[in-house]
Structure formats: C-alpha cells, structure tokens
C-alpha cells in the first residue's frame, strides 16, 4: 500500500524546543523507587510470597527472575522531540532474550547485560521516533486522518492474523489476553504499526534517487572485490555405502559394498535403484543423489579426493574410510572459477544501489539529530 505524503505543512502543534527542559533533571530517575523505609506486609496487604515494586531502573529490577512489572513498563526511557519511548516498548522483546539465555548469564552480570540489551535496542526505536517526528511535523495534518484509516485498515485485514498466529491464539479477545500478560495493548499494537509504517513510507519519499549507475561504476566495483567472485570447485554425485555399524562385521559389510556395485556395474541395475534398496549412506532414500558439494567440506578426506578427481558418470573403485566402504559416481562438477563480470551486474547493481541508500539514511538521521531534540535515560549515567 503506497501512502500519499504531502509536505510543507506541520502535522500538528509539536512541543517548542525552547519548551523542553534541557537539564540533567528533565526526568526524575528515582520516580519508579520504593520508598526509604518499606511498609510492612500488613500495611501492602500483601499475599504470602509477594515482591516489592521494583526499585532503581528498569534494567535493576528485582522483583522477579526478569524483572519487568507494570510501573517498570511504563517509565519513560527515551524523548525525541514531542515523541516518547517507554520502558517497555524494549523491555517486552529484552526480558524475552534474558529468559532464553538466563542459564548462560552469571548473576553478577545479569543487571549489566539486560542494561546494555536495552541500549542496543532502543537505537534503531530512536532512529525510527527521528523519522516519524520528521514526518508528523511536514505532513498536512488534514492529511493524517485518511492516512491512518487505511493503514488501520493494513493492520485489521492482515497484520492482526499473523500476530494471533504467532502467539498461538485464535481470537482477537484471547490475543488482547496475550497481550495483557506481557504489559501491552491491541491498541498499542495499533499504534506501533502505524508509526512504522508511516515511518518507512516517509523515508522512502525522502530518499527516492533516480541517480543512474554507471557501467564504469560497476566495473571499478567488480575489479575491486574480485575475491567476491571467486568461486570454489564444487560437484554434485551419487554415494553407494555399507557402513561398518550397520552390519554384523568388516567382511559382511565388504559383501555388501561388492553386491551393490555388481549390481550397478554387470547386472546395469539404476544406479539409484541400488541406492535405494541397499545403500547405508544418508541420501539412500533419494536414490544415493548428493547435491553441489564444495571442496574440503567433507569430513571424509578419501570421499573428498574421489570426487574431485574422478571423470564424470564413472563409477569409482571402492572407496574406504573409517566409517565404511563407498562407492560414489560425480554427475556435475564445476572447477574453481572467477563469475564473470557479465554474470555479476545485477548482484553489483543490487549492492550499490544499497550502498547508496544506507549512506543517504545515515546523512538523513544526522541532519534530523541536529534540529530535534533527543535524550535518553542512560545519558545520565555513566558509561560501562
């Protein structure tokens, strides 16, 4: 769905930058503290077993294995421009992380890492608050209404289905339900896609380049990333095995190896016919096909040799290595080449074009960190 964004007008009244208190006092950091001296259990009314509300910041908490509760959810962590980013818009997908990986995570370090997780991921929310801020001040605000019925209309007709589908529900009450659980909305969901959706259609507006590229461009391209093209040998073949563990001693599986290449060899049996029927190899149910195999990625040396070696459609002699005998026929091979440039163009097109516009994304977020606002919680704090 392509969105028509007009600019030139503001969206809406945005908070004057001179409105905004610039000091280190903007947001009270012991907001979301318990207080000093901690009411008893009768005067929290409290059950058996409860936990206090988390104190310090959001990344402190304390009050379960994860540490993510309602107030800690809502404290806000991030302001860009008239925008905010609470605690838990990263906190849903951080604490997700922290559980997965909880038994790799020392306790010592477990306040450290779910701080720096949160970081890394409130950059990219940062950087798409930047667009959307960008976008709400230039889009005509009459504008807005028509645009966000039919995003919403994106969201209900489609969006919601896949949502519901992962989270393994199969009514909107029960994913409201869901979403409770983890501190969210249907509404915020709402609310999430709209922004981003907007966001990216305003940044696509913004950097649409015609700009065309040039065939001396793409050659100096290619000539300086050969190494990128260079590609290694590789073959497609076929496997007949009789595996050591698969049979009573050395010399039944020998027996074997020895039938089924007879059976291929004088009685002209299909080669994958025998695969089928008798083969011990992995592929056996595919007829003993191996797909394109590159050179020394096998773990067997001997197979490895045989195959890079061996002249197309014969059958090779027995092959042993410490797993059991072989006997393996090369279909296709290709030798070790350079693709030519004639062949690379599109892929090299494709990769300047993205060059391109991650140098034009980086240029546009400068120029927005330069006229709107932007803090965070952890500007306040010192660096680990």
């Known amino acids: ?36 001296t901690k009411p008893s259990r009768e005067d929290r009314q409290e059950a058996p077993g409860a936990q206090p509300l988390p104190e310090g910041q959001p990344w402190n908490s304390q009050d379960n294995p994860l540490g993510a509760k309602a107030l800690e959810y809502t404290q806000i962590i991030a302001r860009i421009g008239s925008e905010v980013v609470l605690a838990g818009e990263v906190l849903v997908t951080v604490d997700r992380v922290m559980e997965e990986n909880q038994k790799r995570i020392p306790p010592a370090r477990w306040q450290q890492t779910r701080r720096k997780l949160m970081q890394q991921m409130l950059d990219p929310l940062i950087e798409s608050k930047l667009i959307l801020v960008d976008a709400l001040e230039n889009i005509p605000k009459e504008n807005l209404p028509e645009i966000e019925k039919k995003v919403d209309e994106q969201f209900y007709e489609s969006r919601v289905g896949d949502l519901m589908k992962a989270a393994g529900v199969e009514s909107l009450a029960d994913y409201e339900t869901k979403l409770k659980e983890n501190n969210s909305t249907i509404e915020r969901q709402r609310r999430d896609y709209f922004e981003k959706s907007l966001s990216q259609q305003w ?30 040998a590789k073959c497609r073949w076929q496997q007949l095995t009789a595996r ?105 097109q494709q990769e300047i074009q993205e060059k391109r516009r991650k140098a034009q994304i980086k240029k546009y977020l400068a120029s927005l960190r330069e006229k709107i606002y932007v803090w965070t919680i952890f500007d306040e704090l010192p660096a680990e």
């Open 203 to 232: 940044i696509q507006q913004k950097l649409t380049s015609n700009a065309p590229i040039s065939h001396q461009e793409m050659l100096g391209h290619y000539t300086t990333h050969l190494a990128d093209y260079q590609q290694p």
């Open 1 to 36: 769905m392509l969105l028509v964004l007009i600019s030139g007008q503001q969206a809406w009244s945005q908070v004057p930058r001179g409105g905004i208190v610039r000091g280190k006092r903007m947001l009270n950091l012991n907001d979301s503290r318990a207080p000093a």
């Open 244 to 348: 050591f563990d698969k049979h009573p001693s050395r010399e039944a599986a020998e027996g074997a190896i020895h039938q089924m290449g007879n059976d291929v060899l004088v009685r002209n049996l299909p080669f994958e016919e025998v695969a089928r029927e008798r083969s011990d190899g992995l592929t056996a149910d595919d007829g003993g096909r191996r797909d394109w195999t590159t050179r020394g990625s096998l773990l067997s040396e001997k197979l490895d040799e045989a195959i890079f070696s061996l002249p197309i459609d014969s059958l090779s002699k027995i092959i042993t290595d410490s797993t059991g005998f072989h006997i393996v026929q090369v279909t296709e091979r290709i030798d070790v080449h350079r693709t030519p440039f004639r062949d690379a163009q599109v892929g090299i």
